[in-house]
């Protein structure tokens, strides 16, 4: 009893420290929960923008079965079969709804009523496609989805009567069909037979008409993007209309059509809720062994030839899992020291806890005390403190994980998801950040007794020798440790060099191994602890110094440093790793913002691109120029010509690599492209420059026409670095290249060699790409084969959107295809649940960083200035005055905040422009000819560090005062007597 009223009395006495100690140890605890569970939940949320933004064709599972000739007994045998195995395979990712059709090939309508259809070419004939639905009453009918216009539904008939069919309304306005009347279908459809030829004799099926329909909502994905409109057909396209009818009807009546295809189709409709990163690899191989076992149990018994699965999912997951791998060395390299910074944290603050009483465990130790008494008295204030935090720091963690996500990925994304309240409402649970949580409270636990067990082995005696001098190095000092992580940095890196890049990691498709993984967060340890070697050898240098000069505060703030410094370490430890990383964290935010911005602008190529329908030969591409530059919100508009090119590599044949060819107007490109998508490394010289060499250059300029032209007046080109390398090509070196679907050689002389070329990408085709005038291989081919056929255009942003209205409503006039903007695509990108969440992840880590950087150095310097009590109150009965102390205090703090704040930035900037380049991800496209172009440019924000630096002034110098009036409060008496009870 006495013993738990002694440890209440110490929780009491020490309640300030202990809530400044929880508090931190709380953020700490919260930040190890919340960073795992978040990571997966931003992916879970690509996963579920993914599934959400497809065709329900492509999301949901199409069993399908084919056999030939129709039969009964061939529905009997294998629905029950293949129910069985979808319920196995896919029965953990789909809805307990399902559809079950039949399908057969169009067949021929000879006959309405009694009047033939078409005469006798079977051109003229209407098909049409018999499908047999469910129409019941039960929760996998069709009728609830269907719209009835007209009569009922069709129903099974005994033999003798005529069976009766459903058709649309737009075929019943077409054939000027109506209720009751017939119609007969004929042999097979004409892709068996030849153009114009005469309709075959066969057997005949006549129907009755019963009702007419449409379906209720046309995108419903009950209908699992079948199309019941011959008005979507293509133009030219022969109208074909669906029939639909009972099962019974269709299996009974075609079966008298010899070879007609019997289509089985069964609908499982996924539950996007249920497919989450975790389950990623079982749903891919889940639809691979259902087709495995289709082939191996239903295919080729009862004439069943053809089993399949049609669906786009498992291509989702595959494109999922490839931006996964990408995301994951970033992902990852964040988690780790986010983590890192966060143990290292609890660490210092547990120690805190211990060295406060390290006086008192002294005494008790001379006196007789063993080590487990002094553990058993000491270290229950600090597991009690681990124990509160393990309780309430998974509840803070779980909710602060779901407010993030909805704070950081875009409503619009949020919005499109399915079920995203469920859904994020079954991820988000104490259980899924339990493990994490206990583990960080875990750590403070271990730490709290590891440092009460150390402090036990020092009695009295030893622990005044070593508040007075240090007489031995700690660990990592004596045996060389920061050394020793410098070397595994290296080698760490090296790694990071040969498999961090964005294509390499897309192509192996693993994920990064721990020594790749930890290298970022072994350099940010690494360089704080060097940064710490150094700090005796100044202090020894600033105390010569200050012996020289006047004044005995500045001599007795760096002797303390130099003869007592491990509060001074610690400090500086958590202060140089807290700023390194959040320095890292803003930076690297800052990159990938802007390196999306580029990323997009490359693709696009300027703030608008529109691609024609064809090219705009003859002289047309000036006057669809003309127009486009009369558009509200055009500034700028330039043509182009995209193609490829063909030529061999040692230039004696043609019919070599693939070259990608773009042909450019030099004197209008410049002033569209050079605003929006050029930057200064993708050449040695200015886009002005390049094109004012180009017109230099032009044809036209040296008399050439069209024609064959001498070696004298070949095209000047720009040509890619892996296009000169392969060609050992240089400036000034000739080639010849063929143009696609052009009979004409065109020579060219290499003008420039770049590296990068907006909308063209190096690794896309074998030889690279080229860049000419347009003006220039228009007069070496044909105007009539060559023209721009896209143009790009510089606009405002206000009028972005009216100007791609515009060109949507003038398409015919100018024979647009398609329109790209930059901002459009930008904003896609930017709400992209991966891209958002690293941003948001980074930001967290900076602003928890920033924070327990700034607890954990009020902590300990609050805890130096109480701890030196009785120091301080025998200087002033000595005769130094309150402000003489105030003074050594804050020296000795300045000092420690100035090797953090200069130690920190300088390990911040090492560590990311050594990390950064590898930290390159690609969340929209994983074409791995795309991926890492352009290179990612180490970007700096000055603001948000500039801010950062500030509060950790201001929350200095605020500890600081109130260190300084903790050290007036006791005289020598009271400080004699703080340990009494």
């Not at 006959?111 to 009453?137: L, S």
Request: proline share 5%; aromatic share 6%.
């Amino acid at each position: 009893m006495s013993f738990i009223l002694l440890t209440l009395r110490r929780l009491l006495r020490n309640a300030g420290l202990l809530a400044l100690l929880g508090l931190g140890l709380l953020m700490a605890d919260t930040l190890i929960g919340v960073v795992p569970l978040y990571s997966t939940l931003i992916t879970d949320a690509k996963i579920q923008a993914a599934i959400s933004t497809s065709q329900a064709r492509a999301r949901n599972i199409e069993t399908l079965l084919t056999s030939s000739p129709i039969s009964a007994a061939t529905s009997q045998f294998a629905r029950p079969r293949v129910e069985r195995l979808i319920q196995h395979y896919l029965g953990p990712v789909t809805t307990d709804q399902s559809a079950y059709y039949l399908t057969t090939p169009e067949l021929l309508l000879t006959q309405i009523g009694d009047g033939f259809v078409g005469g006798e070419n079977i051109d003229n004939f209407y098909p049409g496609t018999p499908e047999a639905f469910d129409y019941g009453n039960d929760s996998t009918s069709a009728a609830p989805h269907m719209r009835l216009l007209a009569g009922r539904f069709p129903h099974d008939t005994a033999p003798g009567q005529l069976p009766e069919i459903l058709i649309t309304q737009e075929m019943s306005k077409e054939t000027n069909l109506g209720l009751g009347q017939t119609l007969t279908f004929g042999p097979l459809w004409k892709e068996a037979f030849q153009y114009g030829a005469p309709v075959p004799d066969g057997p005949r099926f006549r129907f009755r008409v019963v009702g007419m329909w449409e379906p209720r909502d046309a995108n419903d994905p009950y209908w699992n993007g079948l199309n019941f409109s011959v008005q979507d057909s293509l133009p030219g396209d022969q109208l074909s209309f669906p029939i639909l009818m009972t099962t019974q009807t269709l299996l009974n009546g075609f079966s008298a059509f010899p070879n007609l295809t019997l289509f089985q189709h069964w609908v499982s409709y996924l539950q996007s809720s249920r497919v989450s990163i975790a389950s990623l690899n079982a749903d891919h191989a889940a639809i691979t062994r259902l087709r495995n076992a289709l082939d191996s149990s239903v295919v080729g018994q009862h004439d069943i030839g053809l089993a399949d699965v049609n669906t786009e999912l498992d291509h989702i997951i595959t494109n999922i899992q490839g931006q996964q791998n990408l995301l994951a060395l970033p992902l990852y390299v964040m988690v780790a020291q986010i983590v890192g910074l966060a143990l290292l944290y609890v660490a210092a603050l547990a120690m805190l806890l211990i060295e406060q009483h390290a006086e008192e465990i002294a005494i008790l130790r001379s006196r007789g005390a063993s080590h487990l008494q002094l553990l058993a008295l000491f270290s229950p204030q600090g597991i009690t403190l681990s124990l509160l935090m393990a309780v309430v720091s998974p509840l803070t963690a779980a909710a602060a994980s779901l407010a993030l996500v909805r704070a950081i990925i875009p409503a619009s994304t949020l919005a499109s998801l399915s079920d995203n309240a469920l859904y994020f409402a079954q991820q988000v649970t104490v259980q899924s950040v339990l493990a994490p949580t206990l583990a960080g409270a875990l750590v403070g636990a271990l730490v709290v007794c590891l440092a009460t067990w150390q402090a036990t082995r020092s009695d009295i005696l030893a622990y005044r020798r070593h508040q007075g001098r240090v007489t031995y190095a700690p660990f990592w000092r004596r045996y060389y440790l920061d050394l020793g992580l410098a070397v595994l940095c290296g080698v760490g890196y090296l790694e990071l060099s040969q498999f961090g890049s964005a294509t390499l990691r897309l192509e192996l498709g693993e994920s990064a191994d721990l020594l790749l993984l930890l290298a970022p967060s072994l350099l940010l340890l690494a360089g704080a602890l060097l940064v710490l070697r150094l700090v005796p050898l100044v202090t020894r240098l600033g105390e010569q110094l200050a012996a020289r000069g006047r004044g005995l505060t500045p001599l007795l703030a760096l002797t303390q440093v130099k003869r007592a410094p491990r509060q001074a370490s610690r400090s500086i430890l958590l202060l140089t790793v807290s700023v390194g990383f959040v320095l890292f964290a803003l930076t690297f935010s800052a990159s990938l913002r802007v390196n999306t911005q580029d990323r997009i602008a490359y693709q696009v190529g300027a703030d608008v691109r529109v691609t024609e329908i064809s090219a705009a030969v003859n002289g047309g591409g000036s006057t669809i120029q003309g127009l486009m530059a009369r558009l509200p919100g055009a500034q700028a508009v330039t043509q182009v010509y995209r193609s490829q090119a063909e030529t061999a590599p040692d230039q004696s044949t043609l019919n070599g690599p693939t070259l990608q060819l773009l042909a450019i107007d030099p004197a209008t490109f410049a002033s569209v492209v050079g605003p929006t998508s050029w930057r200064s490394d993708y050449a040695n010289q200015s886009l002005n420059s390049l094109m004012q060499s180009m017109r230099s250059h032009a044809l036209a300029s040296r008399g050439a026409g069209s024609g064959s032209i001498g070696s004298s007046a070949r095209l000047w080109a720009l040509v890619s670095q892996s296009f000169a390398a392969s060609s050992h090509l240089r400036v000034g070196s000739a080639f010849t290249m063929q143009v696609e679907e052009q009979a004409t050689n065109v020579d060219c002389r290499v003008g420039a060699i770049i590296a990068a070329f907006p909308t063209l990408y190096p690794q896309e085709d074998p030889a690279g790409f080229v860049v000419v005038a347009l003006p220039d291989l228009i007069s070496v081919t044909s105007s009539n084969a060559t023209g721009p056929n896209e143009f790009w255009l510089r606009d405002t942003a206000a009028q972005d959107a009216t100007l791609r209205q515009r060109l949507a409503q003038q398409n015919g006039a100018l024979g647009v295809q398609s329109v790209l903007s930059r901002r459009q695509e930008l904003a896609t990108a930017l709400a992209d649940p991966l891209t958002a969440g690293l941003e948001g992840l980074l930001l967290l880590g900076a602003g928890m960083a920033a924070a327990l950087a700034i607890l954990g150095a009020a902590a300990q310097t609050l805890l130096a200035a109480r701890q030196r009590a009785t120091q301080f109150a025998v200087l002033r009965t000595l005769g130094l005055r309150i402000r003489d102390l105030t003074r050594i205090l804050q020296g000795e703090y300045s000092i420690v905040y100035l090797f953090g704040l200069l130690g920190g930035a300088l390990v911040g900037a090492l560590l990311t422009l050594a990390t950064a380049p590898y930290l390159q991800f690609s969340d929209p496209t994983l074409d791995p000819a795309q991926v890492g172009v352009p290179a990612l440019r180490v970007t700096i924000n000055w603001a948000p560090p500039a801010m950062f630096f500030l509060a950790l002034l201001l929350a200095a110098g605020v500890t600081l005062w109130l260190a300084g009036r903790l050290t007036s409060r006791h005289g020598l008496g009271q400080a004699l007597r703080i340990s009494e009870d």
